[in-house]
């Protein structure tokens, strides 16, 4: 009679191939734990959270292949969800797989906008830029990653519950021609929300797995401000074709953007420029101009690392009114300079991530 060791049933399991990835269940490290009882054999199977239901024909398969093995008498396979291996971060398979089903939905393109911290205009960014692209003909999506202070529902000036269209999918919320996805449509606006690392892995993760998504050009992300893990992994899971990082010309908001700038360069995310947001502020009346956070400092810190400016946002009320209104200046006021500045920035982006050309992945 054979003995049944460990290493028969890790051989046994090593002939089931995971699908979504053409490798094996036992290289792709699922098998998590056999217990070999006499003749009675248990095994764990962990998987990440989302793929649970989907795993159910490897489990049985797992089971049926055990219980052939001569001498075993009963075969029980389990499977464990669990969340990010590491704080935060997806490991290797994972984030192959989240590539894979974002591909499957054929999006073009990822740009992410990031700063170092809040309150720079990042959200205001990245929504102008994302009609901006639209306005160029392009089909466009905005994530609204930035799960601590989701405002893209608001500046975009859609409200509602994304609506289910089978399975665990959600269809993306549109206005303007924007496909959007954001926490802040998920999650009550009253609801205060402690987010751990890991949870915000997984809520990002489900931003973009469970969202219908459809055939886009380009998705832009509205990043959530920090440079930490999140943001890294984030970037990596989605195959950034390029950032685009915003900062005002004041010292402090620079320093944040050297992490930034750091953050992607260890990505391996093409920065493809900075703008300078609340470059200066002209008098509506007399057209007298202030430079109230600084003159040229993001200009300066762009040229000393080789980085293109890409652009100045002025200061206007009215640019802060059509953000909270749900009306971005873009569409609002498509003659205001901020407007125009913003296409000009689109375009950039453009040429920059070769959106006029086919996958190249
Ligand atoms: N160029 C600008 N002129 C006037 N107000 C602005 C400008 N850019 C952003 N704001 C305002 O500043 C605030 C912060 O901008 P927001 O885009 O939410 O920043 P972040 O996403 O970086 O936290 C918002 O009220 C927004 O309307
Ligand atoms: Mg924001």
Redesign the pocket.
């Given at each position: 009679m054979i003995n049944i060791t460990e290493d028969l049933i890790l051989k046994t399991l090593s002939d089931i191939d995971d699908p979504s990835q053409s490798k094996d269940i036992v290289s792709l490290g699922l098998v998590s734990n056999v217990n070999i009882k006499d003749s009675n054999v248990g095994v764990t199977l962990e998987v990440p959270v989302h793929r649970g239901a989907a795993m159910e024909p490897i489990r049985k398969l797992a089971q049926e292949k055990i219980m052939k093995i001569e001498g075993v008498t009963s075969a029980t396979v389990v499977i464990t969800a669990h969340e990010s291996k590491q704080k935060g971060s997806p490991n290797v398979s994972e984030i192959n797989e989240i590539k894979e089903k974002v591909f499957e939905s054929n999006v073009k393109r990822f740009v992410a906008v990031g700063?170092g911290?809040?309150?720079?205009?990042?959200?205001?960014?990245?929504v102008n830029l994302a009609i901006a692209l639209k306005l160029e003909g392009y089909s466009v999506g905005l994530l609204d990653a930035?799960v601590y202070?989701p405002?893209q529902p608001r500046?975009l000036g859609v409200s509602g519950r994304p609506a289910s269209v089978g399975g665990d999918m959600v269809a993306p919320l549109q206005n303007f021609g924007i496909s959007l996805m954001s926490m802040g449509l998920l999650v009550p606006d009253d609801t205060a929300m402690i987010w751990r690392g890991p949870m915000v892995q997984s809520a990002l993760t489900q931003m973009l797995n469970s969202v219908a998504w459809g055939n886009l050009d380009v998705i832009v992300i509205?990043l959530p401000?920090g440079t930490g893990d999140i943001q890294i992994s984030l970037a990596q899971q989605v195959n950034l074709a390029g950032a685009v990082i915003?900062s005002t010309p004041q010292d402090i908001a620079l320093l944040d953007v050297v992490k930034a700038i750091t953050m992607f360069q260890k990505a391996n995310v093409p920065i493809i420029g900075m703008i300078e947001?609340?470059?200066y502020w002209s008098c509506p009346d007399c057209g007298r101009v202030d430079h109230i956070f600084g003159k040229d400092g993001v200009k300066s810190e762009a040229k000393k690392r080789g980085i293109d400016l890409l652009g100045e946002?002025?200061?206007?009320?009215?640019?802060?009114?059509?953000?909270?209104s749900g009306i971005p200046i873009i569409i609002s006021d498509p003659d205001a300079i901020?407007s125009k500045n913003y296409r000009i920035i689109a375009k950039s982006i453009i040429k920059s991530i070769k959106l006029d050309e086919e996958e190249v992945v």
């Open positions: 700063s911290k809040g309150g720079v205009g990042k959200s205001t960014t990245s930035d202070g405002s500046m509205d401000p915003v947001n609340m470059s946002i002025p200061i206007s009320v009215d640019v802060r009114k059509s953000s909270d901020q």
